[in-house]
């Protein structure tokens, strides 16, 4: 630290972080440095990596644009240590991550999600820096709050402090009923996750679990048990679909090559997912096993409800963001009553747990369980070769 105790060089913040890894400079503090600095310590002192936090004002050594991402490259360069490195400097905050089992797109998109939340929640406050950096942290730290839990991290002295000042509208957009389609990040979140139909590879990454998650079991028992009960009724019918396609496959020697082969792909697909004791993937193996066969049948436009598989047929169509998707009709009249459809959530346990599966990047985002992909059999057969369970 500087004599003056103001950093305002590379240099300095590199010597500040080689003794501490939280570096909150007053500027970026919102008037609440010590008590933002105490949360970010509390969230990132029981992780299995390093996390580095780096929130400063302007420094002179910096280019104007892109100054937090120059910051963040030279950071690891001179720390030369793996980790998560959450950096602003004197903007918004970037994250990257060096050598650590955890993507800094993915903490990002959890972030995104968070900040949405707590948007939802209370739709009139911005977020400081100080408080974007504090979600990114959280996201990189899954476990240390239960995913759904964000209502409670509002209310956490840390985050209520970071909060800035309800005039800050560098997020806000114009009221709107459902603020999924207000939020230009959601709105990419879900523009993203169509992209990835055309751009598959990148996002197919899984996170695992980090850290003790704790969990608020007695309250939890019921939900539970509903999970349980929708995991074996998806097994049941996964079973039943598959069963139906094996069927079908028997008597469809004369349809056309492709899409017997992709009905092929689809049943082994399906006996290989139908089991699990991931309801996303259960789920999965029936929508390939009933879109294949209705395929078979010739009914080639067959798409399934985006928001829930389990929905049955689209009928018709509701717009998202600046996104059509197939939807069933009672999901369709959600959405035009400005509701988020109440559709298939991420089960328990999982990385996103408790929010709606499109809102996660897996196969089953990108590809809407076949509701956004024509190949959605190829997509999910790629994932598996590459190992991702998602
Ligand atoms: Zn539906």
Redesign the pocket.
């Known amino acids: 630290m500087p004599d003056d105790g103001y950093i305002d060089t590379v240099d300095e913040v590199v010597a500040a972080l080689e003794q501490d890894p939280i570096l909150v400079q007053q500027i970026a503090g919102n008037g609440h440095t010590d008590e933002v600095i105490a949360w970010l310590r509390e969230h990132t002192e029981d992780l299995d990596f390093t996390v580095y936090v780096a929130l400063t004002g302007d420094l002179k050594d910096l280019p104007e644009s892109g100054a937090s991402d120059e910051l963040a490259r030279l950071l690891h360069a001179r720390l030369d240590e793996p980790g998560v490195y959450v950096v602003s400097a004197g903007g918004l905050p970037t994250v990257v991550t060096y050598d650590v089992e955890l993507e800094a797109l993915d903490v990002k998109m959890e972030a995104s999600r968070a900040k949405n939340e707590a948007m939802e929640a209370d739709r009139h406050s911005g977020l400081a820096p100080t408080g974007e950096a504090a979600l990114l942290v959280r996201a990189a730290a899954p476990d240390t709050i239960g995913p759904g839990d964000h209502a409670a991290l509002r209310q956490e002295p840390g985050m209520a402090l970071v909060r800035q000042d309800r005039d800050v509208d560098f997020l806000w957009q114009p009221p709107d009923p459902w603020p999924l389609s207000a939020t230009p990040i959601i709105a990419g979140l879900v523009v993203w996750a169509v992209a990835m139909v055309l751009l598959r590879p990148v996002a197919d990454r899984i996170v695992p679990g980090l850290g003790p998650a704790r969990r608020r079991d007695a309250a939890r028992t019921d939900a539970r048990q509903a999970e349980a009960t929708a995991l074996q009724e998806a097994q049941s019918e996964a079973r039943t679909a598959t069963r139906r396609l094996s069927k079908a496959l028997r008597t469809a020697a004369d349809a056309e090559t492709e899409l017997l082969a992709r009905a092929t792909l689809s049943r082994d697909l399906a006996e290989e997912l139908g089991d699990s004791d991931d309801l996303l993937e259960v789920i999965g193996a029936d929508m390939l096993a009933t879109t294949a066969t209705r395929h078979l049948a010739g009914r080639t436009d067959w798409r399934p409800?985006f928001?829930?598989p389990r929905?049955g047929r689209a009928n018709t169509k509701a717009m998202i963001a600046n996104l059509t998707v197939p939807?069933?009709s009672?999901?369709a009249g959600q959405v035009s009553e400005g509701k988020e459809?109440e559709?298939l959530l991420v089960p328990r346990g999982q990385r996103g747990a408790g929010t709606s599966y499109w809102k996660q990047a897996s196969v089953w985002s990108r590809t809407g369980y076949g509701a956004l992909a024509d190949d959605f059999a190829d997509q999910v057969a790629a994932q598996r070769r590459n190992g991702g369970r998602r």
């Open positions: 409800c928001f829930d929905h939807a069933c009672r999901c459809p559709g």
